[in-house]
């Protein structure tokens, strides 16, 4: 084989030589700021309680200082807000002054997530069950180190509170890099599964030159369904942005090859981005766009002032972000497990001075031009450098080189084949990384079958819908009584509701087989619970001979032998577990606990705030031992109480009390807190009525209790305490478990209430009972007929019991005097269209402004058929053709003050039909829809926009040809 020498071209950017150093700048930071407000005190019911939504945002914008932490070197800069999520606001190619990744410049927050409050742009973490998590709005725990390899760390971390999960960001910059990483730590320290739902959504800027980089072969959608990439059906090649120009919101799950990167290069500026992590940790890859229509892109005005659009580049722990038909897929949702801690690695890279992008690996970017093979080394690079071409012949390369620096190896008219580092292969072009996936579900599988039924019951339980996973486990059950994982997977979910009847279930599944060590687990944790250290011993011992569940085992009999007060046992129980397994979090805090009064107490303390200095039982003990109260200063969150309470009850679960005590004491104030300090106080045989007294006149508004260990505390609170205030707490926690019934009979227990909201979430318990329902909003209203959320809720009720008069007085009376409520405006446009105020419900909606959630369009289809109905309306009263056809026009259009943009797709066939009949074309037959109702009365009643529409065709032709 032929070698040959070529000269190196050494394109090394200005900006490396000022790489030498890095920084990290906290500050308060001025941002215009868009706010939010306004938190709910309704029930939270669905998949995120016990967090609230909040309801307000703010039209105009106001100079507000958010805490920011700049980090830089002479490459890159980043920062980070955690008070909105701990997200990475933005990251800026420093030479370019380029932001590789969106910076938003205004603070905007609009009703985008599911608790509403929501801004566009950065990295923004996503850990616990669905996109845009309860935390991305509100502040996170947060601390900064310098590194002893004199790297920057800003760890940002935060309970999830919906599956009792703490998840721990550390973002990390060094001075000679033009990336920074991002190291995640996701852990589950609860005995139950929870659903295992990680995505980092990251913000980039929206142009007509940005190429996404996508290795792939296909995309699949929410629901599993498969379609080929990049090439679309109708020609496009959807790796450009310009040519998304189609169709609604873009959301691409692009997979079909094992690549460990995706990123976006802007051909203008000449700058490129790279997420680089092991497939196997990050096989999730999407591509999100809003709709290059007004459909889309009226949202670049509603979330930002002068930034311009964006897109979304997301990598995730599995391929796509399940939608609820996924399960119909071969992508169903998974778990995570019991005492699981999950951690991967992310880097986020620029790269600038190539002109186009081959291939991208951990050290940098490779692009082969036409005369040239060129290298962007993301870090200083020594050494060899060797490319093979398709003849075999060899180009090679000494280099010592800085980096965000481009080299350059001379012509090749051959196609390079590989390219090696240091002899280290990077780049192999035989190598296609296209896999075999299938793609599609198994049409011969039987949903139907026992096995079907499992699978969807055990997708439910991911979904955290646990009456729907029982219902289904329930039939499951009836058709095989004797199924074990049914039966234990039924028992899981009826511990976390409180049901004596998990313990009937788990001696079934025990009696069948006795070495289950899933059913072993849950016995020995149900015994435990109840203080029976007996059989928990028994049921933990069996577990921990399965390998499936050795890790729970072992740790809880780690955790009963330090009960029993056996604590060399527990020392080496604890020991063993962390030769497994040695990220078990409980064995790790155990060791610190049993370390204390000894030598290498503070080494053991010290090295886990090491490992994560925003550990909470660490930051415990430095205070409980050290009395260094570094938990103030760390838990800064939106609900630090929380944080407090769980890790209190960890003391708890030893039987140390007075720690326990301790912790709360210095816990912020708050209602469910002080009930746990109360609880714990008469553990440790200290005074607690006050305590309990005090807790009796807090707000409990926002308190919605929702562990499991919550049964046991309002049960002794109910015993020592005659307030009715207790049954509502312990209403709220049934209901949130889907004991409906339960919660039925505490809420009537609990009386009558002064507070109105109290009402509200009667009557959304009630929802089936109209007279139940109907009494509770009247209740409301009367105690407080100037808030809007019964006032929106009373004239709801009304509309959908056809008391539209009454309705519209209540709602026209209240929007007067708030007439810059667009929530209740909304409402105001629905009461006048029920009382065929067409007209005037089409004017009314042209001058009015609304802030949209995302995908909202039920205000513009209210314009739209308002107009069509006005249109009749002038119709049949023989009005002038013009009038008619303004109203028909008018139909078509997208009020932007509306919230919702005019789409590509846009459908003219229902006003073309109405302009036919309108000016005599030969149109002798109805609309071929047949909406099925003759009155405006189940008109109000339908749900399906084409029933609806058919009804006004109908109308329409009636009468337009009356007359013939």
Known sequence: MQRLTFFLLFLCHVMSLTSQSVTMTPKDQPFVTYGFSDPSPVMPLGRFYPYHRFDGFSMQGESKNWKAIDMENGLIQLRILPEIGGKIWGAFHKKSGFPFIYHNDVVKFRDVAARGPWTSGGVEFNFGDYGHAPSCATPVDYTLRTNADSSISCFLGAYDWSSRTHWTVEVQLSAKQTFFTSRSTWANNTPFAVSNYQWMNAGFRASDDLQFLYPGTEYIDHDGKPFSWPMHENGKNLEYYRENNFGGYKSY???????????????????????????????????????????????ENLLTDKNGQYVELQSGRFFNQAGPASIQSPFKYNLLMPLQTDAWDEKWMTFSGLHGHSHAFDQGVLYFSKDSVRIFFHQPFSGSIKCVDSLGISFSANANVGAGTVTSLGATKNPVLKVFLNHELVYDQSDSKIVQRPLENDRSFAWDSEYGRYLKARSLFAQRDMPGAAAVLDTLLKINPNHVDALVLLASVQIQQNLPEAKTLLRKALSINTYDGWANFYWGYLHFSEGDFTNAEDGFSVAASQQETKQLALNYLALTAFRLGFHGKAENIAKECLSFFPKTADCQSLMLVLARGKADHKSRLDQQLKENPLDPIALAEQWLVYKNNQLQKVWVNEMPHQNYIETALWYARLGLWKEAVTILEIAPENLMSSLWLAYFQKKTGAEFQTTLQKAAYMDNQL?????????????????????????????????????????????????????????????????????????????????????????????????????????????????????????????????????????????????????????????????????????????????????????ISLADTYPENLGSGKPYDHDFSLTTYLNQLLYGADTTSPWPASSGISSFSEYSFLTEVKSREAFIANQFYQAATSGK
């Open 703 to 887: 308190a919605f209790p929702f562990r499991t260990e919550e049964f046991a505390l309002l049960g002794w609170v109910d015993q020592v305490s005659d307030l009715p205030l207790w049954d509502y707490l312990l209403a709220k926690l049934q209901w949130s478990k889907g004991l409906t019934d339960q919660a039925k009979q505490s809420f009537l227990r609990t009386g009558h209430s002064s507070d109105a909201h109290f009402y509200l979430n009667k009557a959304l318990l009630w929802k089936g009972s109209k007279d139940s329902v109907h009494a509770s909003l009247e209740t409301a209203f009367r105690l407080e007929p100037d808030n809007w959320r019964v006032v929106k809720a009373w004239t709801q009720f009304l509309l959908r019991n056809q008391l539209s008069e009454e309705a519209l007085e209540v709602i026209s009376h209240f929007q007067k005097s708030h007439p810059a409520n667009y929530i209740t405006g909304q409402v105001l446009a629905e009461a006048m269209f029920a009382n065929r105020q067409f007209r005037k419900t089409a004017d009314y909606l042209l001058t009015f402004q609304s802030l949209p959630n995302e995908g909202a369009s039920g205000l513009q289809q209210l314009f739209r058929e308002a107009c069509l109905f006005a249109a009749l309306e002038n119709l049949k009263s023989k009005g002038k053709k013009s009038e008619t056809k303004k109203y």
């Open 253 to 299: 799950h692009v997979l079909g090859k094992s690549t460990d990167y995706f990123g976006g290069y802007w051909k203008n500026p000449d700058v490129g981005f790279i997420h680089y992590s092991p497939y196997y940790q990050k096989m999730g890859k999407k591509l999100w766009i809003w709709g290059l229509s007004r459909q889309g892109m009226i949202w």
